[in-house]
């Protein structure tokens, strides 16, 4: 059985990888323009903690489904990551890179099989 939430947490981790690649750059200009403005690297941090709770959901319908949770592991390490400090931007855009793949396989998890 697939889960939606999967689906829509791997759409969201793709759109999270993009803006924390895009943050690179809005950061070196704020840095650049020394206005003292953090409103822009707030916003990230915003979309970063939504990835985190995003994939917390997907991980508790992952295991109420029966469907492989590494997506979602993986999906709330890199977030975490991100959302702790924007240095580990890019170890966060591999991690949810390889989240978005796993969470769109959607694989039955090992113990399912015996489970029914």
């Known amino acids: 059985m697939k889960s939606k939430m999967n689906t829509w947490t791997a759409i969201f981790n793709i759109f999270n990888a993009v803006m924390l690649f895009i943050s690179w750059f809005v950061v070196i200009i704020q840095a650049a323009s020394s206005d003292g403005n953090a409103s822009s690297a707030a916003f990230f941090y915003i979309v970063t903690w939504i990835g ?28 975490l990551l991100s959302g702790l400090s924007m240095i580990f931007a890019f170890p966060s855009i591999v991690l949810l890179i390889i989240a978005v793949v796993f969470e769109f396989l ?6 399912a099989n015996n489970a029914k």
């Open 52 to 79: 985190v709770l995003l994939n917390i959901l997907s991980f508790y319908y992952a295991k109420q489904l029966n469907i492989s949770v590494v997506g979602a592991v993986l999906g709330i390490i890199g977030s």
């Open 106 to 111: 959607q694989k039955p998890s090992k113990g």
